[in-house]
């Protein structure tokens, strides 16, 4: 389970990182070339990726019996990525900027996730 827990840390961290720097590039070129069906299927995953991650964890916390307490900056960081997910969903529904912005937008959370996934990883090495 632990192999499978840091797999998927990888896949967040590249798959986050992809569809971030996709999404940027939507913003330079005509948007029907980039800008597919696969882009928000892969955003989709990315960001889904997140939640199983942390479920994973929990689980893998629960089944090892760690003290949560050794890993407390491996678990905020977890913690701070499904926040910033939660608030990143309801500010892109809620606010009309970023309605008209939104390939920059979720590139931009993508890639800011991306950036938690690899401190999360750099705390457990």
């Known amino acids: 389970m632990f192999e499978a827990h840091q797999g998927m840390g990888w896949f967040l961290i590249f798959a986050n990182g992809l569809v971030g720097v996709w999404m940027l590039l939507t913003l330079w070129t005509p948007a029907a070339q980039l800008a597919t069906p696969a882009l928000d299927w892969w955003r989709n995953v990315a960001h889904g990726s997140v939640v199983l991650q942390v479920v994973f964890g929990v689980i893998l916390t629960e089944l090892r019996d760690i003290d949560p307490s050794s890993m407390t900056m491996h678990l905020f960081y ?30 931009l959370l993508s890639l800011f996730i991306m950036g938690l996934g690899i401190r999360a990883v750099l705390q457990v090495v």
């Open 78 to 107: 977890g913690v701070v990525a499904v926040i910033a997910l939660c608030l990143g969903y309801i500010y892109a529904r809620e606010t009309e900027w970023v309605q008209d912005r939104r390939q920059m937008f979720d590139g």
